[in-house]
Structure formats: structure tokens, C-alpha cells
Antibody
């Protein structure tokens, strides 16, 4: 059974940093692209970043470029999101998801971790 | 600016058929496949339809997807109360160089 478990969320002040983790199990983690998606309170889904197998290719939404870094450790079956220079508008539930092989479909999702940026 | 446009709300009575539209452009739906997600209240999203019209294992046949040109649709037949959820379309966008989500449609079962 595929499982994705996020951790690392919490309350952080504007300008601060936070590192999210996503522990994967139940599939060959190293064989798949992975992604982070966020959802602000009461709002829709927003794609944040993708990373390929091996971590050599990364894509980001414009609003986080230069501030967020997606990475992975295939030996630990883990995905990460390093978030720096956090802003109030980054407040959201952050989901990690596995990307399928067909057309950028996010076929399995974690339960999410809440990041709150506030003073 | 790349956008996928969905109606903010939709509704139907049990047993009815409802459709949710998703309008895009040549840089996304027009040239890429569309995926649909269902988000039940208080839960994480779940993949409902991939590659325009394919259902993952376990998704009932009453959920179907289609695409024509720069638009896509999700149809739900035999509407049930447990279908009350938010529905999102998504596609890769060549201008964004990333994945674009629609704004979401809140489905109410009356």
C-alpha cells in the first residue's frame, strides 16, 4: 500500500524558514517524479514544485522560485521542501504526492501538513 | 496568464447526472492531458480521472471524463450524497512550465 506521510509543519514568523519532509513507502520511490501541492485555508489547490527521479530536474511555481527548494533522498525514501523567506501568503496545508507515468497525474497524496506564517 | 476555469459551484439531486467544465488554452488542455481530483470535506485530494478519461482502480464507472479542444469535462451519473465534494481539473502548462489547477468546483447534492 502506497503511503505518504508529511511532517515539519508549524507556526513560523514572516521571513523565517521551515523544512517539510515526506516519508514514502509501498512503492519504489526512486522510480517516480514527486511533487508538493499546497492549499491555503478555504482556497483551492496550488501546485508548488516537482522533482524528477534522481533529483536533477526541478520545476517551481513562480511565486516560490528563489525561496523554496525541493529535494529528495532516495536512500531514505524521503521528499523535502526547504522553505525560506516565508510570507503570510505561504500559509497553507502542504501535500506531497507521487506522480504517475501517464500525464503528470498525482496518483497518491499524503494527508498534508499545515504551515502557518504569522507574527 | 495561464488559467484553468471551472464554475465555482454545481448541484444536483440524487440519481441525476451532473457535469463540471474546465476551460483552458492551447498551452495546457489544448496540448496536454487533463486530470481530475476529488476532495471530500476535510480530506486530502484523490485522483479521480487521469489522461482525460481514464479511471484509476477503485473509482466507480459513474465518473467519466472527456476533452475537446481546449476544454474538458467531468461527468458524474447516478449522483450520490457521498459525491458532495470539491472537484479540481489540472493539466501541465507549457507557458508556466508546471502544473496548473483549476479553481475548483464545489458540488452540492440536494
Amino acid at each position: 500500500e502506497v503511503q505518504l506521510v508529511e511532517s515539519g509543519g508549524g507556526l513560523v514568523q514572516p521571513g523565517g524558514s521551515l523544512r517539510l519532509s515526506c516519508a514514502a513507502s509501498g512503492f519504489t520511490f526512486s522510480s517516480y517524479w514527486m511533487t508538493w501541492v499546497r492549499q491555503a485555508p478555504g482556497k483551492g489547490l496550488e501546485w508548488v514544485a516537482n522533482i524528477n527521479q534522481g533529483g536533477s530536474v526541478k520545476y517551481y511555481v513562480d511565486s516560490v522560485k528563489g525561496r523554496f527548494t525541493i529535494s529528495r533522498d532516495d536512500a531514505k525514501n524521503s521528499l523535502y521542501l526547504q522553505m525560506n523567506s516565508l510570507r503570510a501568503e505561504d500559509t497553507a496545508v502542504y501535500y506531497c504526492a507521487k506522480i504517475g507515468y501517464n500525464g503528470w497525474e498525482f496518483d497518491y497524496w499524503g494527508q498534508g501538513t499545515l504551515v502557518t506564517v504569522s507574527s | 496568464q495561464s488559467v484553468l476555469t471551472q464554475p465555482p459551484s454545481a448541484s444536483g439531486t440524487p440519481g441525476q447526472r451532473v457535469t463540471i467544465s474546465c476551460s483552458g488554452s492551447s498551452s495546457n488542455i489544448g496540448s496536454k492531458t487533463v486530470n481530475w481530483y476529488q476532495q471530500l470535506p476535510g480530506t486530502a485530494p484523490k485522483l479521480l480521472i487521469y489522461s482525460n478519461n481514464q479511471r484509476p482502480s477503485g473509482v466507480p464507472e459513474r465518473f467519466s471524463g472527456s476533452k475537446s479542444g481546449t476544454s474538458a469535462s467531468l461527468a458524474i451519473s447516478g449522483l450520490q450524497s457521498e459525491d458532495e465534494a470539491d472537484y479540481y481539473c489540472a493539466a501541465w502548462d507549457d507557458s508556466l512550465i508546471g502544473v496548473l489547477f483549476g479553481g475548483g468546483t464545489k458540488l452540492t447534492v440536494l
